[in-house]
């Protein structure tokens, strides 16, 4: 697991992988280490899921249950689509934010339920610019889903090509990247 100890600049990790490849448990598993290292130690989930259907409802009340028994110590806080602000907000020395997922703020960004469309560039330049502004450590989850057959509807490949672009900025802005696979990481970059 990746060193959260407390730096003169924070270290931030973006944990990529397909769905239920073990991103979050991670992401919690880092939560916990952070929460255990020191006693004023804070963590803090923003969670970007947005329940449009009853499926989703109960996938959302099924993660929180089931995060409350993994790591107790940890807050968890329903996100807008100003993910940068959200950060900003709430980061601090002594808190470790964990952000869960990219792929569900991108896709609140480009297909949203209620609305239009947004245009992703500017949010996801600002969502950067947090990070690598932001006081205490940060742990980002999103989807690795370019990996698999090119998908037929443009609508479709414009969304694949936005996320990708979108973990390329992200994977810039953090000194470690993990990859998950059958609960299993790999790291792809680790601090200088």
Do not use: Y
């Given at each position: 697991?990746?060193?959260?100890?407390?730096?003169?600049?924070?270290?931030a990790?973006?944990?990529?992988g397909g769905q239920?490849?073990?991103?979050?448990?991670?992401?919690?598993?880092?939560?916990?280490?952070?929460?255990q290292?020191?006693?004023?130690?804070?963590?803090?989930?923003l969670?970007?899921?947005?329940?449009?259907?009853?499926?989703?409802r109960?996938?959302i009340?099924?993660?929180?249950?089931?995060?409350?028994?993994?790591?107790?110590?940890?807050t968890?806080?329903?996100?807008?689509?100003d993910?940068?602000?959200?950060?900003?907000?709430?980061?601090?020395?002594h808190r470790?934010?964990?952000?869960?997922?990219?792929?569900?703020?991108l896709?609140?960004?480009?297909?949203?339920?209620?609305g239009p469309?947004?245009?992703?560039?500017?949010?996801?330049?600002?969502?950067?610019?947090?990070?690598r502004q932001a006081p205490g450590p940060?742990?980002?989850?999103?989807?690795e889903?370019?990996?698999?057959v090119?998908?037929?509807g443009?609508?479709?490949?414009?969304?694949?090509?936005?996320?990708?672009?979108?973990?390329q900025?992200?994977?810039a802005?953090?000194?470690?990247?993990?990859?998950?696979a059958?609960?299993l990481?790999l790291?792809?970059?680790e601090?200088?």
């Amino acid at each position: 697991m990746a060193d959260l100890a407390p730096t003169r600049s924070a270290r931030a990790e973006l944990v990529l992988g397909g769905q239920k490849s073990g991103k979050s448990r991670r992401a919690e598993a880092l939560a916990r280490q952070w929460l255990q290292a020191e006693a004023g130690h804070a963590a803090v989930l923003l969670a970007t899921a947005e329940a449009w259907d009853d499926e989703m409802r109960q996938r959302i009340e099924r993660h929180q249950r089931d995060r409350a028994e993994r790591v107790p110590g940890m807050t968890t806080v329903e996100t807008g689509l100003d993910l940068a602000a959200e950060l900003t907000a709430h980061s601090q020395p002594h808190r470790l934010v964990v952000i869960d997922c990219l792929t569900l703020w991108l896709t609140r960004l480009l297909m949203p339920a209620h609305g239009p469309a947004l245009d992703a560039a500017a949010p996801v330049q600002a969502l950067c610019e947090a990070i690598r502004q932001a006081p205490g450590p940060v742990v980002l989850v999103g989807n690795e889903i370019g990996l698999g057959v090119i998908p037929m509807g443009r609508e479709v490949r414009a969304f694949v090509d936005a996320l990708g672009l979108l973990n390329q900025s992200v994977a810039a802005a953090c000194d470690h990247v993990t990859l998950m696979a059958a609960g299993l990481p790999l790291t792809l970059k680790e601090p200088a």
